[in-house]
């Protein structure tokens, strides 16, 4: 017997209709029967529009994907790339895994601090920049290594190339990209 949430049940629909495409989209990728693999595709559309997962979207997720809320909750708090809290325009994270700390990766992320005048989990009072501590990126050759709103890998980050990565972005945000 199938469940039907009341109006007052429902969650308030925050995401857009496009972000609904795109979460309709990853769904053809599974049995109509297994939604709930798009789980973790839905988080981070959420969060690419929004700027982070808000509590109201992990509802709605849950509501959309038959999923309990607690088990959307779960997968957004285990895996350290969801944003449960706003961030500031650019999020950069440093890993600071052995591999890369035996590679410069503790300096470069000092480097960083003193930059931004901020430690890991916080954000510029400007609010353009929040510094993360990162996990094992994949590129631990590539020693210090930084990621860019989750999306854009930076190689071999010294204090010059920190300097020209901040700079660039500071540049885009006033141009207002
Ligand atoms: S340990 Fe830093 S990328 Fe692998």
């Not at 007052?8 to 857009?16: D, H, I, Q, Y």
Request: proline content about 5%; overall charge negative; charged content about 20%.
């Amino acid at each position: 017997m199938s469940i039907q949430l009341s109006l007052s049940e429902a969650p308030v629909r925050t995401l857009s209709d496009a972000a609904y495409a795109l979460i309709d989209r990853e769904l053809t990728k599974y049995p109509a029967d297994q939604k709930q693999s798009a789980v973790m595709a839905a988080l981070r559309i959420a969060q690419v529009e929004k700027g982070f997962v808000s509590p109201e979207a992990e509802a709605e997720i849950a509501a959309y994907l038959g999923m309990a809320p607690m088990a959307v909750h779960e997968v957004a708090t285990f895996y350290n790339m969801y944003d449960l809290a706003p961030q500031g325009r650019f999020k950069i994270t440093i890993c600071t895994n052995l591999p890369c700390a035996l590679r410069s990766g503790n300096q470069a992320a000092d480097y960083l601090k003193a930059k931004l005048g901020i430690g890991f989990n916080q954000t510029t009072p400007d609010g353009l920049f929040t510094l993360k501590e990162g996990e094992c990126m994949g590129a631990c050759g590539d020693s210090p290594v930084v990621l860019v709103n989750n999306h854009r890998m930076c190689s071999w980050m010294s204090n010059e190339r920190i300097d020209g990565l901040l700079a660039e972005l500071i540049e885009q945000a006033a141009k207002g990209d």
